[in-house]
């Protein structure tokens, strides 16, 4: 068994297909599939179930994902790892996983983080909650960047940054009272709505929801979409308004779109950093996460 095979292995289990992972892996797929072989005859069990819909990891498989996972990454940071000081000339790849609406805060921290290490380059995910705490499991990411109360994170460690207000995208030509810088859920309410969801997760647009039922109104949604710049783009077009936090719209200035402050609203919401406290984090990533007033070691 070398690095190489549990690579191999990581990448089969990711992708559940040989096909897919020998693509991913830049080789052909008999090599890799002898691989695999190779490797469940040297654990003794087999780390695969052979189904209709691909592979599936057996309880062997399961258990040595996790520690393959966790090898490969450790021997990928061991110039780090061997000595537990963290160098000032750092250099590497930094994996972020965010969604669009924390982009804004995300890129504050990074424009501080770059100028103090201009040798670190960085990979960043953008996707749904789900999808990116999927990622930080699989230790494809090591930092991920979500929103209250858009997910579950389990035992990971959830750090809250500063809260926003939300605020209301809406074209201009909708705007009933474009001299006023705020608008009311009742006001908001007769407007065409293009609201975030993506079907498997508690969103903060469902805050809004639960908002205009105890008003006993019926707001007018015409679009649901599971991706903000979707959403938005939709609002330039003059589609509809589209409930956003507040950082992200002032980085969006559009003549044709007016942003309004949103009354009566009963909840914020706070962008918040995640990682996984049980495994093992880069110096990149504690450097970051210095930079945020996050110290991984009171979690």
């Known amino acids: 068994m070398d690095i190489k095979q549990l690579k191999y292995f990581v990448t089969v289990a990711n992708e559940g297909q040989i096909t897919k992972a020998a693509q991913k892996l830049f080789m052909a797929q008999p090599p890799l599939s002898r691989h695999i072989i190779e490797l469940e005859k040297e654990i003794g069990k087999p780390l695969f179930l052979r189904t209709k819909k691909g592979l599936e990891l057996t309880s ?23 000595n537990d000081d963290i160098p000032e000339n750092l250099s590497g790849i930094l994996k972020i996983g965010s969604l669009i609406s924390c982009t804004p805060k995300l890129t504050d921290y990074l424009k501080k983080f770059a100028s ?11 996707d749904t909650p789900n999808n990116l705490l999927d990622l930080l499991y699989k230790r494809e990411i090591e930092l991920l960047f979500l929103r209250t109360p858009t997910f579950n994170a389990g035992s990971l460690a959830v750090v809250p ?17 474009p001299q006023r810088d705020y608008i009311s859920l009742e006001e908001m309410a007769e407007l065409p709505l293009i609201m975030l969801h993506d079907g498997k997760s508690i969103g903060y647009n469902e805050l809004f929801i639960n908002d205009f039922a105890n008003l006993n109104i019926k707001p007018n949604i015409i679009c649901q979409c599971s991706n903000s710049s979707l959403a938005i783009m939709l609002v330039f077009s003059g589609l509809g308004a589209t409930i956003m936090p507040q950082q992200l719209l002032k980085h969006l200035p559009n003549k044709r779109t007016n942003i309004k402050r949103i009354e009566g609203v009963s909840s914020d919401t706070k962008p918040v950093v995640i990682f996984n406290p049980k495994q093992y984090i880069s110096p990149m990533a504690k450097k970051l996460l210095e930079i945020m007033d996050v110290d991984v070691k009171l979690f």
């Open 116 to 126: 103090l290490h201009p040798h670190v380059t960085y990979k960043i995910w953008e």
């Open 161 to 177: 940054l500063a809260a926003e207000q939300f605020y209301l995208a809406v074209p201009a030509a909708m705007d009933s009272c």
């Open 60 to 82: 062997a498989g399961e258990a040595l994902l996790q520690k393959a996972q966790d090898l490969i990454f450790q021997i990928e940071n061991l110039k780090y790892y061997i």
